[in-house]
Structure formats: structure tokens, C-alpha cells
């Protein structure tokens, strides 16, 4: 399967701790976005990378959360001092100017966080 | 700012039926592009279809099309012969600065479908 993938699919942990996520996007895509779902709404946009450039971060993006995209490829995201109300599913998407449907973002399976 | 607004919660049609999701966006961008996705229960965002603000031919695909109206900002997806796996919620979204931006969605649109 060539689709973007996301590790854990699940995390619970105690309010205070850091946790971190990786996403793997499609091979070929440039750009990958990370995003956040909270229940009964749509996803909201946090970041995006081009390469390993980050261009764009959201005001929801709070200074405990950070993302980087070293190389390129995967991309992480660590939320520091974890709070109850950072409970989510974050999602990652990838997407390519040239490849297959240009512009179009794929979505990953998300990483369900509770916070305890 | 673009903002996104889906009026209808929830929506059921009978298998076979069609149905259509109403979807609002208002944008300041000149060149966007509009989605919906389907997220099934507990199950990953998947592409239903995407319509690029410059094309006034409305996108198509299988048993899926819009009803794109850019001066009413309107952006309705029809599903036609509603199957069973239809069963989800759906999300308009849309993205400005040539398609680079992170994406904005409406709240979603839960769809039952009646055996």
C-alpha cells in the first residue's frame, strides 16, 4: 500500500507528558499537511511543509506544539505538556503539484489521542 | 479567510435514491479549488471528488457530481443510486493559493442510508 500512514493509530496519555507522531505521505508528494479533529466536526488545519520547508502554520498551532519535516519525507509532530483539551484524532495529508490529481490532499487514518 | 458551512447535520435517503449535500464557501481567493471528502466510521478522509474554481464544467465521477455555482458561492454534491456504502460523513472543503494551502471544511454532513 502506497497510501500515507500514520503511527500510533492510538495514544493515551497523562496530562503533562510530550508525545509524538510521525506520518509517512505518499511517495512522490512534495507537500504534507497536518491537521486536527476534534468529534462531531471537520478537521482544522495546523501546518504544512513543502519539502522540508514548513510555509504555513495555523494560530491553532500553539508554542507546545512543533513539527518538522527533516529530510523531506516523514514528518513529526510533538505536542509538549500535553492538556486535556488537546483529546484529538490528528490527521496528516500529502499532496503533489505534479503527481497523479495535482493539488488534491490524501489523507492518512489519523492517530487518536486522549489525554488523561 | 475562507469559510465553509454545511446547513444540513444530517441527511437520509433510501438505497437507490439520490441525494443531494448542500455545501457554502466564501473565499477571497481568485484561484481555489473546492473537495468533497467521505469519512466513514472510524475510518480514514477519502476524496470523493474535487472541481477547480476556474473550470464551469461541473465535475463528475461515477455515481457522484456537483453542482458547482461560483457567483452563489455553492458547491452540492448529488449522489445518484445511493448504495449502502454510502453511508458516512461528508466534508466540503476548499483550498485557496493555487491548491498549496492547508484545506478548510464545513462541519460535515452525516449521511444514513435506509436498506
Known amino acids: 500500500d502506497t497510501g500515507v500512514s500514520q503511527d500510533p493509530r492510538h495514544k493515551i496519555t497523562k496530562r503533562g507528558q510530550n508525545v509524538t507522531f510521525r506520518c509517512d505521505p505518499i511517495s512522490e508528494h512534495n507537500r504534507l499537511y497536518w491537521y486536527r479533529q476534534t468529534l462531531g466536526q471537520g478537521p482544522e488545519f495546523l501546518t504544512y511543509f513543502q519539502n522540508e520547508a514548513q510555509l504555513e502554520k495555523s494560530r491553532l498551532l500553539s508554542d507546545r506544539f512543533s513539527a518538522e519535516r527533516p529530510k523531506g519525507s516523514f514528518s513529526t509532530l510533538e505536542i509538549q505538556r500535553t492538556e486535556q483539551g488537546d483529546s484529538a484524532m490528528y490527521l496528516c495529508?500529502?499532496?503533489?503539484?505534479?503527481?497523479?490529481?495535482?493539488?488534491?490532499?490524501?489523507f492518512g487514518p489519523g492517530t487518536r489521542l486522549t489525554v488523561l | 479567510a475562507q469559510t465553509v458551512t454545511q446547513s444540513q447535520p444530517e441527511m437520509s435517503v433510501q438505497e437507490a435514491e439520490t441525494v443531494t449535500l448542500s455545501c457554502t464557501y466564501d473565499?477571497?481567493?481568485?484561484?481555489?479549488?473546492l473537495f468533497w471528502y467521505k469519512q466513514p466510521p472510524s475510518r480514514q478522509m477519502i476524496l470523493v471528488i474535487r472541481q477547480e474554481a476556474y473550470k464551469q464544467q461541473n465535475a463528475t465521477e461515477n455515481r457522484f457530481s456537483v453542482n458547482f455555482q461560483k457567483a452563489a458561492k455553492s458547491f452540492s454534491l448529488k449522489i445518484s443510486d445511493s448504495q449502502l456504502g454510502d453511508a458516512a460523513m461528508y466534508f466540503c472543503?476548499?483550498?485557496?493559493?493555487?491548491?498549496?494551502?492547508?484545506?478548510?471544511f464545513g462541519k460535515g454532513t452525516h449521511l444514513i442510508i435506509q436498506p
Open positions: 495529508a500529502s499532496s503533489s503539484r505534479l503527481a497523479g490529481n495535482p493539488d488534491t490532499q490524501y
Open positions: 472543503a476548499a483550498t485557496g493559493g493555487g491548491g498549496a494551502d492547508g484545506l478548510t
Open positions: 473565499t477571497s481567493e481568485s484561484d481555489y479549488y
